[in-house]
């Protein structure tokens, strides 16, 4: 049997109270499922997204008010760099250096026993070229000799230096021998590729002619 509006009139305040609390509940679950939830997960994952942003601010803020002191110091590697490379040479400078810093040692007064380069050791961008070198002469010579070398354009290192057979030269003079070790460093040029298959093309296109 549906109930009528004028039906309401004759039911108990109690049961009034009850129906409107029961509709309360009803109207609050439905509004929970049907808007509250959804938007409540929206709202989560928007309050993530909004701290991902955030903080990709804060790390952009710092980098970009960092960014000239970033700019400066690659501009000083970039330089440093270019210095290196000038100071070491290609394949067809050693020979040349070589003589130099044999002609260093004669103009100081040595007499050269032994210079012989050794076998490259390459590295990663450089080969390293030692030279194993004995001279005779005198002690104030030989430190001429490595004062002329140190102030060479190319780098140049004189290690294992050894003294043999001192003797006197008149005049307070020290006549030694001495035994070291001149290395220099060679700039690895990069080989250049050709592109892929025109060697092949190139040995097929021989094959075909006639």
Not at 22 to 27: D, E
Not at 84 to 92: K, M, T, V, W
């Amino acid at each position: 049997m549906a109930l009528k509006l004028g039906d309401l009139g004759r039911v108990p305040p109690k049961q009034k109270l009850f129906l409107v609390v029961l509709t309360c509940l009803l109207m609050g679950v439905g509004y929970y499922y049907l808007y509250y939830s959804a938007a409540a997960v929206q709202m989560a994952d928007l309050e993530k997204k909004l701290g991902e942003l955030e903080h990709e601010i804060k790390t952009q803020a710092a980098i970009a008010q960092n960014l000239p002191a970033f700019k400066a110091e690659v501009r000083r590697l970039e330089e440093q760099l270019a210095l290196l490379l000038e100071q070491l040479p290609n394949s067809a400078e050693i020979p040349s250096l070589l003589k130099n810093i044999s002609d260093l040692g004669k103009e100081s007064g040595l007499d050269f026993l032994k210079f012989a380069p050794s076998a490259e050791i390459k590295k990663d961008f450089y080969a390293e070229i030692p030279v194993s070198i004995i001279v005779d002469g005198e002690y104030h010579s030989f430190v001429l000799f490595a004062d002329k070398v140190s102030h060479l354009p190319r780098i140049v290192n004189i290690s294992d230096i050894s003294f043999s057979g001192p003797k006197s030269g008149g005049e307070d003079r020290m006549q030694v021998k001495v035994s070291c070790t001149a290395t220099t460093y060679r700039f690895m040029e990069q080989a250049k590729q050709e592109p892929a298959g025109a060697g092949k093309g190139a040995a097929a296109g021989k094959g075909t002619a006639k």
